[in-house]
């Protein structure tokens, strides 16, 4: 089989022709072929299983100690135990698997040392508390941090019963904290709290300790310090833009998303609109050559093009930006709303208003249909064309409203293209 690797789809690849390579002599037997084939399989999975296992030191340390203290190999037990909290001094990456694991081999020592030492035991108890703590708070925040984002598109009610006894712990400890724990902490508080002395504690947190973090841990700082730029916006205006692109730089040099072979296609666009916004535009030009190539081939075309729009539109190029619009496959599930959004901010600037007209009615009935859809999600989208027709009616001439009011009553909702939608009302 091996000269049939990588693929293995050569038309020479056939149960009956590996049935004849094995036994020459015999007739072909299915049965027994399906049974060699299911023993096979069976032993992919358990090497599968074993390189994740022997990948992870931590876990093949811990296991090897437990066999030691079962055996009652104490010597031993003692010399790998030196050897291994000197590996685990040179680790800076320390995640919430660092502290579980750690929980664990703190309770392996603890009960070694159980019929030896009694003191030694005390000290170790304290030491496996400590790393429980760590482990849970970073778990139970990060999971927090994840379902608050996806709460309000889902219309989920989520229980946060825990987040005023998790405030209290924190203020109380805050100087003896392990300062992992306390990114966790602010990427969880500026995400559900939203308030500017968070951001700007998690802002110093992360230059501060951007190297002891790993992979997951700076994609989540920089996607909660992003968001809440992006969220600041639609109140504050342009200047947290500049913070958002700011941002990217940081990402680019800390490398958190950078090495990967392939990028999210919401990654990409988000990066491209923050750079327009803030009118970096050969930047934007600059990343989507760069980087292209590491969206996935099969969208690659619609994405590219996408980001020519948005790069077009804040250029006030609508024309060139309807251009590239046209060109993208309008069932793609990421970019059929978006779409849709950024051809009616044309057809307002060119003042094409029976186009216009004509989408928002197709529009709204595309999202009653769309079952698909989060409800949070499609309530504001339906906001974005409620406004957007409002604006649509003042400035084409069929109605006449206080714009004051209008104005107000944006202000105080939340939905997409808010802050375009307010800079149109200011206009009038």
């Not at 609508?318 to 993208?328: E, G, M, R, W």
């Amino acid at each position: 089989m091996k000269s049939f690797y990588p693929e293995f789809d050569n038309d020479g690849l056939t149960k009956q022709q590996l049935y004849e390579k094995m036994y020459p002599q015999k007739k072909y037997s299915d049965s027994q072929m399906k049974y060699l084939m299911s023993e096979m399989f069976s032993l992919a999975k358990m090497f599968l299983s074993y390189t994740n296992y022997n990948n992870d030191n931590f876990e093949r340390n811990n296991r090897l100690l437990k066999e030691l203290n079962t055996r009652n190999t104490y010597k031993i037990f003692e010399s790998e135990l030196k050897k291994i909290e000197n590996q685990i001094k040179s680790i800076q990456i320390r995640d919430k698997e660092f502290f579980y694991q750690m929980y664990k081999m703190k309770n392996l020592v603890s009960d070694y040392y159980s019929y030896k030492n009694r003191l030694s035991v005390k000290r170790e108890h304290n030491k496996i508390i400590d790393n429980i703590i760590n482990n849970f708070l970073i778990s139970i925040l990060d999971f927090y941090y994840e379902i608050i984002n996806d709460a309000s598109d889902f219309g989920i009610n989520i229980d946060l019963n825990l987040v005023s006894f998790i405030d209290d712990y924190i203020n109380q400890n805050k100087n003896n904290l392990n300062p992992i724990v306390l990114i966790y902490y602010y990427i969880f508080i500026v995400s559900y709290r939203n308030e500017p002395s968070h951001y700007n504690t998690l802002y110093e947190l992360k230059n501060k300790h951007i190297q002891i973090l790993d992979d997951d841990a700076k994609h989540r700082i920089f996607e909660a310090l992003g968001n809440y730029c992006i969220k600041s916006y639609h109140q504050g205006g342009i200047k947290h833009y500049k913070d958002a692109f700011i941002l990217i730089d940081d990402e680019i040099k800390s490398g958190v998303r950078f090495k990967r072979n392939e990028f999210s296609e919401i990654f990409f666009t988000n990066k491209i609109e923050i750079a327009s916004k803030v009118k970096e535009y050969k930047w934007a030009y600059d990343f989507i050559v760069k980087y292209k190539n590491r969206l996935n081939e099969k969208n690659r075309e619609d994405i590219v093009n996408f980001c020519y729009a948005i790069i077009e539109f804040e250029s006030n190029n609508y024309l060139a930006s309807l251009d590239h619009l046209s060109k993208i496959n309008l069932k793609h599930p990421l970019l059929k709303f978006r779409i849709r959004n950024y051809t009616l901010l044309n057809y307002f600037e060119l003042n094409n208003y029976e186009q216009a007209f004509l989408m928002l009615d197709a529009y709204r009935h595309m999202l009653e249909k769309d079952e698909k859809v989060e409800t949070g999600r499609k309530e504001r989208y339906f906001l974005f064309l409620y406004y957007y027709q409002k604006l649509l009616d003042m400035k084409s001439g069929s109605l006449n409203t206080e714009i004051e009011l209008l104005k107000r009553d944006i202000e105080t909702r939340s939905f997409f293209m808010k802050q375009w939608l307010l800079e149109k009302a200011e206009e009038f």
